[in-house]
């Protein structure tokens, strides 16, 4: 039975409910199989009942997955007024703060959001994009010409420093960032599957998550606090904020700075962190597409010693190889709204009340959507095949709908830099007999170690920005 766009109120709570996954324990239900493994879980969920199916979770009266495309429609199409994100993600709540992002109110997060597009303007794009480039050559001349290094923490660091300098400024990075990356892995390791269900349990690793935010806060107002003092500004995101004023003509506050700071980096850093190493494993598991990579390189570059944000923007088959690394392996693996209302989808009734999620992992290998789902196959996003053009709201890796993310652009311009310069300068070997994906956080990686090592080519091609 074909899905209805319209949200219905019946009132008869048993009638035509979605089936209920088997398996679970009493009270906790399928927490503890979803702590191990989620994407098994969903999985079996898809694999028993389809595209939509209950699971049994503390702290929600009912969890409903919605897997593929149809189902996503009615997933990210939904009005404010008919979801809410505030109740499922208040494990980002300890680290934007109150009030800031998921935890505003949807008019005020809507504005908050506003904010980023002045971010992501193509002016200060291509001060990230210098700063993108600049940061790969020196992270790499620093190396030396060979070099054993985990690819997971390569991406996590180079990331932190391309996405500190963007956001907070050079002169930042250049004092800070050491600390900074120290901090907001502290952080950023209060993110887990517990989190999810339960973010404020007196546990060791939130206390630690709830000092570094204090400690971060501290650095970021350190900068803002100067800026004023001495009546300067930066080309950065931080400046943005700064600048930024609500429609009542209100400034933002320190905390909201740090707060809205910190969402779009979690939004554009990890994301890039993650994918690199995914993108380097991948890549060379499939050394046919080393070649082509490199011929698109020449292309571009021809014999020019620099790279511009046009360039970045030219390289449609390191796009692709991106495309589908985040395919293969989402770093976020589910999604998740409140229901406001009652809907339909795929001829079931799903209550109001009802926590409704996605996960990226299990949609991004039906088969039906994309053929031969378990192979790395970047020509899938090429305009011959176009598989997530065939089938809107197929590939969610940044989400989708009014709420996709705005970091998508700042995450895969970085990972196109950083991936270009690796490219045309180093050989790169595998170390691992196997690479497999790390469910003890909640935003998946490679399991580690990661390792590969780098070895530089003879000729070595030195790229300036332009």
């Known amino acids: 039975m074909p899905a209805t766009a319209t949200a219905t109120h019946a009132t008869d709570s048993s009638a035509n409910l979605p089936p209920m996954l088997d398996g679970g324990v009493p009270l906790l239900g399928h927490a503890l199989e979803m702590r191990k493994n989620p994407v098994e879980l969903f999985q079996r969920g898809y694999d ?16 409903v997955a919605m897997i593929g495309p149809k189902a996503h429609e009615k997933f990210f199409r939904r009005r404010d007024d008919e979801v ?38 193509e002016r ?20 030396g010409d060979e070099a054993v290094v985990d690819l997971y923490e ?33 952080m950023e390791a209060g993110l887990n599957v517990i989190a999810f269900i339960a973010p ?15 400690r971060l806060y501290a650095m970021i107002k350190q900068i803002t606090d100067q800026r004023r003092r001495e009546n300067t500004t930066g080309e950065d995101f931080l400046q943005t904020l700064m600048d930024a004023k609500y429609k009542d003509g209100r400034p933002l506050s320190d905390d909201e700075i740090t707060g809205l700071l910190l969402a779009i980096m979690f939004a554009g850093h990890h994301t890039s962190g993650v994918t690199f190493a995914w993108t380097g494993i991948l890549l060379h598991q499939n050394p046919q597409y080393i070649e082509p990579l490199l011929d698109e390189q020449r292309a571009i570059l021809g014999g020019r010693n620099e790279i511009t ?18 395919r293969l392996y989402p770093p976020i693996i589910m999604l998740a709204r409140k229901l406001l209302v009652d809907i339909e989808c795929e001829g079931y009734r799903i209550p109001a009340d009802t926590t409704i999620m996605a996960s990226p992992a299990v949609a ?42 705005m970091g998508i652009v700042f995450a895969q311009l970085q990972l196109r830099a950083i991936w270009s310069h690796i490219l045309r300068n180093f050989e790169v070997e ?6 497999e994906p790390d469910y003890t956080r909640l935003l998946v990686g490679p399991r580690k170690p990661c390792r590969a090592r780098l070895v530089r080519k003879k000729t070595k091609t030195t790229v300036a920005v332009g």
């Open 154 to 186: 390569v991406g996590n660091e180079l990331t932190i420093y391309t996405s500190s300098r963007s956001l907070l400024g050079k002169d930042f990075r250049d004092r800070l960032s050491g600390e900074f990356a120290r901090v907001y892995y502290e």
């Open 84 to 121: 809410s994100m505030r109740e499922v993600y208040a494990l980002m709540t300890p680290i934007f703060g109150k009030g800031i992002a998921y935890d505003a109110p949807p008019e005020v997060m809507r504005e908050q959001l506003g904010f980023f597009h002045e971010a992501l303007r």
């Open 430 to 435: 595998l170390l691992e007999p196997t690479y």
């Open 48 to 63: 028993r009942h389809g595209s939509v199916y209950q699971l049994k979770l503390p702290r929600s009266p009912r969890t």
């Open 200 to 214: 404020h349990l007196p546990l060791p690793s939130f206390r630690r998550r709830d000092r570094a935010r204090e």
């Open 309 to 326: 944000l046009e360039d970045l923007h030219a390289m449609h088959k390191l796009e692709c190889c991106v495309k589908e690394t985040l």
């Open 124 to 143: 200060r794009m291509r001060t990230y994009a210098q700063g993108f480039v600049e940061e790969a050559e020196r992270y790499f001349d620093a190396i």
């Open 364 to 405: 991004h290998r039906i088969p039906e959507v994309f053929p031969n789902p378990n192979r790395f196959e970047p020509e899938r996003f090429g305009p011959e095949r176009a598989e997530d053009k065939k089938h809107p709201m197929a590939w969610i890796a940044f989400g989708a709908g009014r709420h996709r993310c």
